[in-house]
């Protein structure tokens, strides 16, 4: 259960700034196993409509061809599935960013749309706090946690992912995910560790690397 450690840390951690991110679909959503006959199948596409099962990966027609992982209906718009969990700490003046809204394409990461169409508010939001580290964590680790921490680090920011506050689909994928964080200097804790290092006590060098690379490509940009 991620409530108990996530709760824990709004409750011991000054975060500068608190964001709660929920999926928010329409009932058409084109990642609904049960929607798959709603679109037309591309003829590369690996799995027969009447055959595919949830978390199979389906080929859309398009135009362009669109790679779809098929998932049960959640999180439908103005329906207690899209609800935050009810034991959640919601803390005040926090924002809330609301994602997947487009029947037409998935939207893993908080910051934009998985084919890159759109951006949510969230991009935004962070530059007017003049904000440089991002804790994230939550559901599910391999796929919206994982996006959102792979656009923060694509982005600039430092990113840091809490593991015993998230929790993940595929063991596979959650060590990809894993590769991904690492490579791109970012770094992986547990939630005990977090208030330190808000606090500057425990200043990891992944972090301090990736800062500095991102002051030396700002620099060759000028």
Request: glycine share 6%; net charge negative; with cysteine.
């Amino acid at each position: 259960m991620v409530i108990e450690p996530i709760n824990r840390l709004l409750d011991t951690v000054p975060f500068d700034a608190v964001f709660y991110s929920l999926d928010w679909h329409p009932p058409d959503h084109v990642s609904f196993i049960d929607n798959v006959h709603m679109r037309e199948l591309h003829p590369s596409n690996p799995v027969p409509a009447d055959k595919a099962q949830a978390y199979d990966t389906v080929v859309f027609a398009g135009p362009p061809p669109m790679k779809q992982r098929l998932w049960p209906r959640h999180c439908v718009q103005d329906t207690w599935g899209a609800e935050l969990h009810k034991d959640l700490k919601i803390m005040d003046g926090a924002v809330k960013i609301y994602k997947g809204t487009n029947p037409e394409v998935d939207s893993y990461s908080v910051f934009w749309d998985n084919k890159k169409l759109t951006d949510t508010s969230l991009g935004n939001q962070l530059r007017l706090r003049g904000a440089t580290d991002i804790y994230i964590c939550g559901l599910a680790y391999d796929v919206c946690v994982g996006a959102t921490i792979a656009d923060a680090l694509a982005i600039g920011y430092r990113s840091i992912l809490i593991e015993d506050a998230s929790r993940g689909v595929d063991l596979a994928d959650i060590e990809k995910t894993k590769a991904t964080i690492v490579n791109n200097n970012g770094v992986i804790v547990n939630s005990d560790e977090v208030l330190a290092m808000v606090e500057g006590r425990d200043r990891r060098p992944e972090l301090g690397y990736k800062l500095a690379m991102e002051l030396k490509n700002a620099m060759e940009d000028k």
